[in-house]
């Protein structure tokens, strides 16, 4: 039976471990041959075992053998292979490599919700129109993680309004003068909020209540200055008692042995520097001549006369922006000087530029008045006090204002001007300025010149903080507004196109629309007309010179003027305590949080003689 090369073959099984039983099996060579044994299904029995006979075979040439002889081989291969120094390399790699995807996942699993501060970028391949914006990302990524929070005491603190700046103005005044890409000098400061607008009385505020509320800390009712919510408009006899006065920032920080100052492109006894030094019952009573009869029997003081009479105004260093008509009785008019006729103009006889100079010469304080370019150009900055007074009413419109020697300043001349006085203060400074020509021209429905005056601010804080670049550490700066208006930026303009422009035409009436309008606004903005079939169709605004400045956009409620908006607005910061304006806050908020940077007012610090002074009343 036993066959090489046969069918059988094919069927033989090596058993392992039967050598021991077999070994025993006479006349064989096996135990010097090496024996092998294997099992062959017969299909039968021939010795009383079944069908499965052993057979022992001492062949060495049978195909059975051959594999058993490749096998050994094999193995005896791969005991070399595992002893040899490849091998142990390759373990050693693999070891390697296991313990750092151990260490990898380790550490990825611990970084789960603490990303460590420094950027890993993968330089995944990307589109140009992709990698722009990831590099773009990356960019701003940078920049956020190096922000800082500055817990220093704030030696000097510069606070800006736009007065009517709301967020729609400042992003289209971003796109007017910097594109849709740009950012406006205030926009890269590192930390910014939201500031509610509304007053005690009023869901949309107006400046005078709102200024007291970013001054003072305090809300007020619409149209006051300096009150509290006591006092309701007009009450002359409500504001006279002294524990409804709100005590503003300028006070506290004049206390405190600092230098202030304010400036502003309206006049300067107008609703927003109003609050930083008068109580008065109503924004109005700027001069003698819109003050009631009753008020002045009272004792009611107009808000010039504060300015020039009382603390802290007559305290303050520097005084600059428009009202002397307000100021001075019998001013004259000039073509690039009107008369403000929508406000106080004086008529008791007064000279408060005289009774302010005369006050500095008593005090035997050194004084500089000015009334024009020139005069703001060659003063000695090293005066103690500057009254500046450079038109009858508002300054005019930046873009329309003289700028030679006879005509008036930009607010960028005005703020530096005040910072070359202020910035010689021991114990620090605090300067208030105000762009107040923003809300002026939005009233009037001008978009351009509203943006343009936003525009101008933009040049009067990035000179501000180039200057104070030296002293940012304990210098904060904020930039905010006192309310919105309720200009409207209109879909689909093309990107880089002049926002002044046609956005597109009205899917209605094929009529073109600006992409600024006005939601209210006044007469002017009224543009509708008849047409060939009598009937009432809005005017093609393309047919105007939409990028003049005193084109008026079209508007959608007609009035007698565009109104204020009720938007938050955002206040943005650097410098101390900055972080201080991280979320949406009240505008009162503003006060406290410069009171508390600077420690003044409530915040000042105490000693055990001062907290006896106190108690006495001595503070
Ligand atoms: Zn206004």
């Not at 006479?26 to 024996?35: I, K, L």
């Not at 079944?50 to 059975?64: D, E, P, Q, T």
């Not at 103005?169 to 000098?185: D, M, N, P, Q, W």
């Not at 006729?341 to 005289?354: A, F, H, M, Q």
């Amino acid at each position: 039976m036993y066959e090489q090369d046969s069918v059988e073959s094919e069927l033989f099984l090596p058993i392992r471990g039967m050598a021991s039983e077999f070994e025993r099996e006479p006349g064989t060579a096996a135990q010097q041959q090496g024996p092998r044994y294997y099992l062959k299904s017969t299909g039968g029995s021939s010795n009383g075992r079944g069908g499965l006979n052993v057979y022992v075979s001492n062949r060495r040439s049978s195909f059975c053998e051959q594999q058993q002889q490749q096998h050994g081989g094999d193995s005896f291969k791969f005991r070399d292979f595992l002893k040899s120094k490849l091998f142990v390399s390759i373990l050693i790699i693999g070891a390697v490599f296991v313990t750092l995807i151990c260490i990898g996942f380790v550490v990825t699993y611990e970084r789960d919700n603490d990303v460590t501060q420094t950027i890993d970028v993968w330089r995944d391949k990307l589109s140009p129109e992709q990698y722009v914006w990831f590099e773009n990302g990356l960019d701003e990524l940078k920049k956020a993680l190096t922000v800082q929070t500055n817990t220093k005491r704030a030696k000097n603190v510069i606070l800006f309004v736009g007065d009517g700046m709301g967020p729609n103005s400042v992003t289209a005044a971003r796109i007017f003068k910097h594109g849709e890409g740009g950012k406006l000098s205030w926009e890269n400061f590192p930390h910014m909020g939201l500031l509610k607008t509304y007053s005690m009385d009023k869901q949309v505020p107006d400046s005078s209540s709102t200024a007291t509320a970013l001054f003072g800390g305090v809300k007020a009712n619409y149209e006051t200055n300096g009150v509290d919510s006591a006092v309701s408009l007009g009450d002359c006899r409500t504001s006279l008692n002294k524990s409804h006065h709100v005590e503003s920032i300028l006070y506290w920080a004049q206390k405190a042995g600092k230098g202030t100052g304010f400036v502003t492109t309206t006049r300067v006894t107008h609703a927003t520097p109003a609050s930083l030094f008068a109580n008065v019952a109503d924004r109005r009573w700027e001069c003698d001549a819109t003050m009631p009869e009753e008020a002045k029997n009272l004792g009611c003081l107009d808000i010039a006369q504060q300015l020039v009479e009382e603390e802290p105004g007559k305290k303050l260093n520097v005084i600059m922006g428009g009202g002397r008509q307000c100021l001075v009785s019998g001013v004259e008019a000039t073509d690039i000087d009107p008369i403000d006729t929508w406000s106080c103009n004086s008529k008791d006889g007064r000279n408060l530029i005289e009774t302010w100079k005369q006050d500095k010469v008593d005090k035997e304080l050194t004084f500089a008045v000015l009334q024009n370019n020139s005069d703001l150009i060659n003063f000695d900055a090293s005066v103690e006090h500057v009254l500046g007074v450079f038109a009858n009413g508002h300054l005019a419109y930046d873009h329309n204002r003289n700028k030679g020697d006879s005509g008036m300043p930009s607010l960028e001349q005005m703020t530096t001007a005040a910072l070359r006085v202020l910035r010689r203060h021991q114990k620090g400074f605090f300067l208030v300025v105000e762009s107040g020509m923003i809300d002026q021209a939005h009233h009037r429905g001008l978009a351009k010149q509203a943006l343009t005056e936003v525009s101008a601010m933009d040049d009067a804080v990035a000179a501000t903080v180039k200057i104070m670049q030296r002293e940012l550490d304990d210098t904060l700066i904020i930039v905010t507004a006192d309310h919105a208006h309720t200009l409207s930026i209109n879909g689909y303009p093309e990107k880089g196109k002049s926002v002044f422009d046609i956005a597109q035409n009205s899917k209605a009436d094929v009529v073109p629309y600006t992409t600024l309008t006005y939601a209210t606004g006044g007469p002017d903005g009224f543009q509708m007309e008849l047409d060939g079939e009598g009937k009432i169709r809005r005017k093609d605004p393309s047919l105007d010179d939409t990028e003049s400045y005193s084109y008026v956009q079209q508007v959608g409620v007609v009035t007698d003027e565009n109104t204020h908006g009720g938007v938050d607005v955002a206040v943005h910061a650097i410098g101390p305590m900055a972080h201080l304006f991280h979320c949406v806050h009240e505008n009162s908020y503003v006060a406290h949080v410069i009171s508390y940077a600077a420690r003044i007012g409530r915040f000042r610090d105490s000693s055990a003689a001062g907290a006896f002074f106190d108690l006495l009343g001595f503070s």
